[in-house]
């Protein structure tokens, strides 16, 4: 691994005019690192569509003091295995799938090769993705 930096964190406001310039954050931090092609598509997708239900789904009318924000940390290791996590300070709400909606989850279980959701504190959703070579 060279001597480029091996983490991004980025926290913004959790609205939905951040989540393009994120993703474009992302997508260059990952190919500095080697990343491209389908799999530099496929983790800015499932980054993507984490950012947008952060956006829509985080934080309700109610919690109208709450610092409303969006996370993502993003870390490649020297076996270029990526680490990379969106988390919000809200309150994750289980919702009934409604019809033509609720694929976002989905889209990140079959693109990222583990995911692990964090709710004890706001959401932490962490996927990891093996870098193909």
Not at 73 to 89: F, H, K, M, P, S
Not at 91 to 104: I, L, N, S, Y
């Amino acid at each position: 691994m060279s001597e480029r930096p091996s983490v991004l964190r980025v926290r913004c406001p959790a609205q939905s005019r951040f989540v393009a310039s994120l993703r474009h954050a992302l997508a260059s931090f990952l190919r500095a690192h080697g990343f491209a092609g389908q799999q530099l598509d496929d983790v800015t997708t499932a980054a993507g569509e984490a950012l947008a239900n952060i956006v829509e789904h985080a934080y309700t009318a109610a919690a109208a003091e709450v610092d409303r924000y969006i996370g993502l940390r993003a870390n490649v290791d020297a076996q270029g295995t990526l680490a990379l996590e969106v988390y919000d300070g809200g309150a994750f709400v289980e919702r009934r799938p409604m019809r033509d909606r609720g694929f976002g989850l989905r889209i990140i279980r079959a693109i990222a090769g583990r995911l692990t959701i964090d709710t004890s504190n706001g959401t932490r959703l962490r996927m990891i993705f093996e870098q193909k070579r």
